[in-house]
């Protein structure tokens, strides 16, 4: 059971470049998140998807776009990355919003 | 929205003591609230969580009490070991039911 796997785990972008990171979960979860963890700031909600076929914007989204492609994915994208967003990005999943998320190994993202 | 503010920052701890980190919350609807243990190079893990209908709650050496009138929650690990050296997170979920997080508390316990 591999539970929620993001990929890559490492990137570097030049600034203006575009990418998308991609979530997979395999326990069924109805709700997926996006998470960016920046030093002494914990973690802040960038979007959310409470069930497939619904997103929302959560605290920090712009310079972000996401899709829910089906149940299980759920992609983050940069259409033109900036060195404010060098970061380490989470991917969660859960049965319903309010309960307990399950997360990723993260994704080191550096923009130069 | 919700915000979530977290103390200490770091926590040094002599292994077999015991260690404390509080949390305040502001939205007085929150009714969820969660603790994330984060080890170096990995993402966050449930620990133990709490439901606003219930004062207190334990797990072994982990407990989390929440006082809902002064809207503040906090952590409790007794019996410290080397394991429990981490970054410990809370959380509250808003009236949308999304979860804000504290800055998170980086605790050393101390051999």
């Known amino acids: 059971n591999a539970g929620v796997t993001q990929t890559p785990k490492f990137q570097v972008l030049k600034t203006g470049q575009s990418m998308t990171l991609q979530c997979a979960q395999d326990?069924?979860?109805?709700?997926m998140y996006w998470y960016r963890q920046d030093p002494g700031m914990g973690l802040r909600l960038i979007y959310y998807?409470?069930?497939?076929?619904?997103?929302d914007k959560g605290e920090v989204p712009n310079g972000y776009n996401v899709s829910r492609l089906n149940k299980r994915e759920f992609s983050l994208r940069l259409e033109s990355a900036a060195p404010s967003q060098t970061s380490v990005y989470f991917c969660?999943?859960?049965?319903?919003?309010?309960?307990?998320?399950?997360f990723g190994q993260g994704t080191r993202l550096t923009v130069v | 929205g919700e915000n979530v503010e977290q103390h200490p920052s770091t926590l040094s701890v002599q292994e077999g003591d015991s260690a404390v980190i509080k949390c305040t919350y502001s939205?007085?609807?929150?009714?969820?609230f969660p603790w994330y243990k984060q080890e170096l190079g990995k993402g966050p893990q449930l620990i133990i969580d709490?439901?606003?209908?219930?004062g207190e709650k334990k797990d072994q050496r982990i407990a989390v009490t929440l006082n809902k009138t002064a809207k503040h929650f906090s952590l409790h690990i007794t019996e410290t070991q080397p394991e429990d050296s981490a970054v410990y997170f809370c959380?509250?979920?808003?009236?949308?039911?999304?979860?804000?997080f504290g800055a998170g508390t980086t605790v050393t316990v101390r051999a």
């Open positions: 969660a999943s859960s049965v319903a919003l309010n309960t307990e998320a399950f």
């Open positions: 326990m069924n979860h109805n709700s």
């Open positions: 998807s409470a069930s497939e076929g619904t997103t």
């Open positions: 939205d007085s609807a929150s009714n969820y």
């Open positions: 709490i439901r606003s209908n219930v």
């Open positions: 959380a509250a979920s808003d009236n949308d039911y999304k979860l804000s």
